[in-house]
């Protein structure tokens, strides 16, 4: 049995590392990834490996604000997201739930942030 309370870290430390391998193997082959709420899903690996690269390649790097709420299938976090966006450093605040499957991969994935939750570094 997984211990889905120890995925979203291992989901954090993939992206910072910029594993873009390791974060698709915490996927199953054909998981669902909204982000953020409100966005068309992205659904299967090639289009989740496409979507993290963006972020990935902008040099975002991921930090847990608070400790990881498992239950059942599904794990809740709060992390905020630290990049450069048109040349100014950009924070948003996020909660994911992840919902994992049987096998204990991510079987959905959804990002809960909105405007009010972007932040101009310094500002």
Known sequence: ????AKVPH??????NRKDL????A??????????????????GHDELRAFFAVGIE???RLTLDGPVRAGASHAAFPFHVDLQWDG????????????FNEA???AE?????????SHIQGA
């Open 88 to 99: 100014q450093a950009m924070r948003i605040d996020v909660i994911d739930v992840f919902r």
């Open 1 to 4: 049995m997984t211990d889905f």
């Open 26 to 43: 915490l996927f199953a082959p054909d998981a669902v990834v909204v982000d953020p709420i409100g966005t068309p899903p992205k659904t």
């Open 109 to 117: 994935m959804t990002a809960y942030f909105g405007p009010e939750n």
């Open 104 to 106: 204990g991969l991510i």
């Open 58 to 60: 902008a040099g975002a």
């Open 21 to 24: 391998d390791g974060i698709i």
């Open 10 to 15: 291992a989901y954090i430390d993939a992206y």
